[in-house]
């Protein structure tokens, strides 16, 4: 569009406007300012042009470019390189073209250094305050301001600007490389391979060749002391390279042999006409020198740099030495000095991407009752022992397998099938180990499994199908070792999935309580219920309490739920108290794992206070499998749990294996007989005489009998005549919802007979 107001001159003088300078050193080749001018005005161009003819900004000569509408700006930003200023029209084929070129330059071509004088030959067609703060821009101008002096002052700060920002973009890439360097130096492993990228980055520095390079180390050399045989080459490049790992008196070459000398023993840089020898100090006297030959002599700027260099690639060399201890920390084990579980994983990992695997069995295994070791006489005679263990694995797998701790008393071998197997791993543990003045004997569970049957899909799962082979060792008992196999695996597979979908039905209340009656045997009198915990899952089956309940206890997961047990059942107690039922007792099932648990007691006291029930209508039922804790520990928690008032009884007796005199000592109030027993009363005279001593057994002990799992009317009877107290079974009612409990309840209530619970 043609523009009505064109530049002015005559407005103000040109004395502070510097010319076409003669002081300018016509030797020197100064590059151009390059200024992109934008118009639709041709008469603008030219204007612009004779305004600018024979400027030069801080020193450089301006070279300027041309576009005519918004869409050429555009193109010629793209194609041309380092513009420093876009003198940009606003109003070009629409009134708002500059200002979308704006957003273009910054969003689209991410020139955010390029600098934007927008002109506009329309005052207050855009406002200027909105202009300014909403683009990206460095200066707003009409175009009748821009006089020959305002151009260039404006053209003058618009390029400072520029030079400004491009230094910071250079400073930025300099640290981002110097970065990078020293990054890709603290990454490599060990002194050699550091080395070598110094060699690398000093020709790249100088712009030669890495040939006729030599890095040497001197380690623990004192200054002015430095005995020859004392260093060594580390790295070498070029005609040099067959001197790598050789001592400095095997270099034939003289001039080399001394530089790298001086510079060892003076500690500093040595610079010659057509060579140069670096020295790095490095951490606690393990210095290192490089010496290269230069075809051509350096140059000053070549000398400050590489002394710049020096003092950087110094503290690289103390960032390897660092990275060196890191790596060992985190992967080896400080005790034993074995690989730790990280180590272990990455050897599994760099074999399997390899094929280097096959034929290979890989053990995990730990030490028996090591816990218990630990605990009686102290981690420093643990410690011993496992140090001890380690030296008898070096002594035996050390030469072909590959070993790890993976954590505590757990560890791992690799190696071929030949050598590792079953017999060879116990073989170990068959003489006594003597450490710290002690003999002692120890056992290990043992877990194997062979690559090339197990096909692991990666190293995680390969020492997991080790893991699946440990458990089955560890339930077979002490000093027992097994294989993973197919069977298995897909039994761990079914163990976990059922966990997931424990976790799951936990979390959706896909868990529910039944009740099934205890009925007093003389009277038929319903005296208690036992809340029992169910699982439907997604599907709508039934999944068996046999099959969960282990996988709750073994995963933890039996705290949560057995605490919302104890919570379900107490409210349902309150229900029955409201609808007259307030003579019942409720049995709860509770596991060892809840019973080690520190929170189980203040969870408990917590409920029955929140509660308006009796301690005494809780009854807690545990198994003698609770005799692991010891039977000291279990008397003191159990007295704990009377001393609320709450009923104690063992659940299925006869099936676990503790003795009379540990039964005698639990305070507890009821045996209950396992159904086993029961379901054989029916004709096999054997079990009949268990029960006949159970009974008695139980009475004498001060406790009440509980005969469970009863179905037909002749075990009751048999029950009956041997003086049993309580029964429950399908005889008298299946485990019922609650709603269905009510109405039986309601159909077997006696109120001529009621049942009284003992006082607290």
Same mark, same amino acid.
């Given at each position: 569009?043609?523009?009505?107001?064109?530049?002015?001159?005559?407005?103000?003088?040109?004395?502070?406007?510097?010319?076409?300078?003669?002081?300018?050193?016509?030797?020197?080749?100064?590059?151009?300012?390059?200024?992109?001018?934008?118009?639709?005005?041709?008469?603008?161009?030219?204007?612009?042009?004779?305004?600018?003819?024979?400027?030069?900004?801080?020193?450089?000569?301006?070279?300027?470019?041309?576009?005519?509408?918004?869409?050429?700006?555009?193109?010629?930003?793209?194609?041309?390189?380092?513009?420093?200023?876009?003198?940009?029209?606003?109003?070009?084929?629409?009134?708002?073209?500059?200002?979308?070129?704006?957003?273009?330059?910054?969003?689209?071509?991410?020139?955010?250094?390029?600098?934007?004088?927008?002109?506009?030959?329309?005052?207050?067609?855009?406002?200027?305050?909105?202009?300014?703060?909403?683009?990206?821009?460095?200066?707003?101008?009409?175009?009748?301001?821009?006089?020959?002096?305002?151009?260039?002052?404006?053209?003058?700060?618009?390029?400072?600007?520029?030079?400004?920002?491009?230094?910071?973009?250079?400073?930025?890439?300099?640290?981002?490389?110097?970065?990078?360097?020293?990054?890709?130096?603290?990454?490599?492993?060990?002194?050699?391979?550091?080395?070598?990228?110094?060699?690398?980055?000093?020709?790249?520095?100088?712009?030669?060749?890495?040939?006729?390079?030599?890095?040497?180390?001197?380690?623990?050399?004192?200054?002015?002391?430095?005995?020859?045989?004392?260093?060594?080459?580390?790295?070498?490049?070029?005609?040099?390279?067959?001197?790598?790992?050789?001592?400095?008196?095997?270099?034939?070459?003289?001039?080399?042999?001394?530089?790298?000398?001086?510079?060892?023993?003076?500690?500093?840089?040595?610079?010659?006409?057509?060579?140069?020898?670096?020295?790095?100090?490095?951490?606690?006297?393990?210095?290192?020198?490089?010496?290269?030959?230069?075809?051509?002599?350096?140059?000053?700027?070549?000398?400050?740099?590489?002394?710049?260099?020096?003092?950087?690639?110094?503290?690289?060399?103390?960032?390897?030495?660092?990275?060196?201890?890191?790596?060992?920390?985190?992967?080896?084990?400080?005790?034993?000095?074995?690989?730790?579980?990280?180590?272990?994983?990455?050897?599994?990992?760099?074999?399997?991407?390899?094929?280097?695997?096959?034929?290979?069995?890989?053990?995990?295994?730990?030490?028996?009752?090591?816990?218990?070791?630990?605990?009686?006489?102290?981690?420093?005679?643990?410690?011993?022992?496992?140090?001890?263990?380690?030296?008898?694995?070096?002594?035996?797998?050390?030469?072909?397998?590959?070993?790890?701790?993976?954590?505590?008393?757990?560890?791992?071998?690799?190696?071929?099938?030949?050598?590792?197997?079953?017999?060879?791993?116990? /073989?170990?543990?068959?003489?006594?180990?003597?450490?710290?003045?002690?003999?002692?004997?120890?056992?290990?569970?043992?877990?194997?499994?062979?690559?090339?049957?197990?096909?692991?899909?990666?190293?995680?799962?390969?020492?997991?199908?080790?893991?699946?082979?440990?458990?089955?060792?560890? /339930?077979?008992?002490?000093?027992?070792?097994?294989?993973?196999?197919?069977?298995?695996?897909?039994?761990?597979?079914?163990?976990? /999935?059922?966990?997931?979908?424990?976790?799951?039905?936990?979390?959706?209340?896909?868990?529910?309580?039944?009740?099934?009656?205890?009925?007093?045997?003389?009277?038929?009198?319903?005296?208690?219920?036992?809340?029992?915990?169910?699982?439907?899952?997604?599907?709508?089956?039934?999944?068996?309490?046999?099959?969960?309940?282990?996988?709750?206890?073994?995963?933890?997961?039996?705290?949560?739920?057995?605490?919302?047990?104890?919570?379900?059942?107490?409210?349902?107690?309150?229900?029955?108290?409201?609808?007259?039922?307030?003579?019942?007792?409720?049995?709860?099932?509770?596991?060892?794992?809840?019973?080690?648990?520190?929170?189980?007691?203040?969870?408990?006291?917590?409920?029955?206070?929140?509660?308006?029930?009796?301690?005494?209508?809780?009854?807690?039922?545990?198994?003698?499998?609770?005799?692991?804790?010891?039977?000291?520990?279990?008397?003191?928690?159990?007295?704990?749990?009377?001393?609320?008032?709450?009923?104690?009884?063992?659940?299925?007796?006869?099936?676990?294996?503790?003795?009379? /005199?540990?039964?005698?000592?639990?305070?507890?109030?009821?045996?209950?007989?396992?159904?086993?027993?029961?379901?054989?009363?029916?004709?096999?005279?054997?079990?009949?005489?268990?029960?006949?001593?159970?009974?008695?057994?139980?009475?004498?002990?001060?406790?009440?009998?509980?005969?469970?799992?009863?179905?037909?009317?002749?075990?009751?009877?048999?029950?009956?005549?041997?003086?049993?107290?309580?029964?429950?079974?399908?005889?008298?009612?299946?485990?019922?919802?609650?709603?269905?409990?009510?109405?039986?309840?309601?159909?077997?209530?006696?109120?001529?007979?009621?049942?009284?619970?003992?006082?607290?």
């Amino acid at each position: 569009m043609s523009e009505s107001t064109f530049l002015q001159f005559e407005d103000e003088p040109d004395a502070d406007v510097p010319q076409v300078a003669a002081a300018l050193d016509d030797e020197v080749a100064y590059s151009p300012w390059r200024v992109l001018v934008t118009d639709d005005d041709q008469d603008v161009h030219e204007t612009t042009e004779f305004a600018l003819l024979g400027l030069h900004i801080l020193g450089q000569p301006l070279e300027l470019l041309h576009a005519y509408s918004a869409e050429e700006c555009i193109q010629v930003l793209k194609t041309q390189k380092n513009i420093a200023v876009v003198l940009l029209d606003v109003v070009m084929e629409t009134e708002d073209a500059g200002l979308k070129v704006v957003e273009r330059i910054r969003n689209e071509l991410g020139l955010h250094q390029l600098r934007i004088v927008l002109r506009t030959g329309q005052p207050g067609q855009t406002p200027e305050f909105e202009t300014i703060s909403q683009y990206d821009i460095n200066d707003y101008k009409t175009k009748s301001e821009l006089t020959r002096g305002k151009l260039f002052a404006t053209l003058t700060t618009a390029m400072r600007s520029y030079d400004q920002l491009n230094r910071l973009e250079l400073s930025r890439q300099g640290l981002e490389k110097i970065i990078q360097a020293s990054t890709r130096f603290i990454a490599d492993q060990g002194m050699q391979s550091f080395a070598e990228g110094v060699i690398t980055q000093i020709a790249g520095l100088l712009g030669i060749a890495p040939e006729g390079v030599v890095c040497a180390s001197a380690e623990h050399a004192d200054a002015g002391s430095l005995q020859r045989n004392t260093v060594t080459v580390i790295a070498a490049a070029g005609n040099c390279r067959h001197w790598m790992d050789s001592t400095l008196d095997e270099i034939e070459d003289a001039h080399i042999v001394e530089s790298l000398n001086q510079a060892l023993k003076e500690q500093k840089t040595l610079v010659h006409r057509q060579s140069v020898t670096l020295y790095f100090a490095g951490n606690a006297g393990s210095n290192f020198a490089a010496h290269i030959a230069a075809d051509i002599p350096l140059r000053e700027v070549d000398r400050r740099l590489l002394e710049v260099f020096c003092t950087n690639i110094s503290l690289c060399a103390n960032n390897v030495a660092l990275f060196n201890r890191l790596h060992e920390l985190a992967y080896t084990d400080s005790l034993v000095r074995l690989p730790n579980r990280f180590a272990s994983l990455e050897t599994l990992r760099n074999r399997m991407e390899t094929g280097a695997l096959e034929g290979q069995v890989l053990v995990k295994f730990d030490i028996d009752q090591f816990a218990q070791a630990n605990e009686t006489l102290g981690h420093a005679y643990g410690d011993s022992l496992l140090q001890a263990l380690v030296g008898r694995l070096n002594a035996q797998f050390g030469k072909t397998c590959a070993l790890g701790r993976l954590g505590g008393n757990t560890f791992s071998i690799l190696g071929p099938h030949r050598d590792v197997t079953a017999e060879s791993v116990l /073989s170990v543990f068959d003489a006594p180990f003597e450490t710290a003045n002690m003999t002692r004997r120890l056992s290990a569970s043992i877990g194997l499994v062979r690559f090339d049957e197990a096909m692991p899909r990666s190293a995680e799962e390969f020492l997991e199908f080790a893991l699946v082979g440990l458990k089955r060792a560890k /339930s077979q008992g002490l000093g027992r070792a097994a294989w993973f196999t197919r069977e298995l695996g897909n039994d761990a597979k079914e163990r976990s /999935s059922l966990l997931q979908g424990l976790h799951k039905a936990v979390d959706m209340s896909h868990l529910f309580l039944v009740f099934q009656p205890k009925v007093e045997v003389q009277s038929e009198r319903v005296i208690g219920l036992e809340a029992l915990l169910r699982w439907r899952d997604e599907s709508g089956n039934m999944v068996s309490p046999d099959r969960f309940i282990p996988v709750a206890e073994q995963s933890g997961l039996i705290v949560a739920m057995g605490l919302w047990v104890l919570q379900s059942a107490i409210e349902t107690l309150t229900q029955l108290s409201q609808a007259g039922f307030d003579d019942i007792q409720m049995g709860v099932n509770v596991s060892v794992v809840q019973l080690e648990h520190p929170e189980f007691m203040p969870e408990i006291k917590r409920i029955l206070a929140n509660s308006s029930i009796k301690a005494n209508q809780l009854e807690l039922e545990i198994t003698e499998s609770i005799a692991i804790l010891g039977v000291d520990r279990v008397v003191a928690l159990l007295e704990a749990i009377g001393a609320l008032g709450i009923g104690l009884a063992i659940d299925d007796f006869g099936t676990g294996f503790s003795s009379l /005199s540990y039964i005698d000592r639990l305070p507890a109030d009821r045996i209950k007989i396992d159904r086993s027993f029961i379901k054989k009363l029916d004709g096999d005279p054997r079990a009949a005489r268990l029960a006949r001593l159970i009974i008695p057994m139980g009475h004498q002990l001060g406790m009440k009998v509980v005969a469970e799992g009863v179905e037909t009317a002749t075990q009751l009877a048999a029950l009956k005549e041997m003086g049993c107290d309580e029964v429950q079974g399908y005889y008298y009612g299946k485990p019922m919802l609650y709603n269905d409990l009510l109405l039986w309840l309601q159909e077997h209530r006696h109120p001529q007979t009621q049942q009284q619970l003992p006082a607290n």
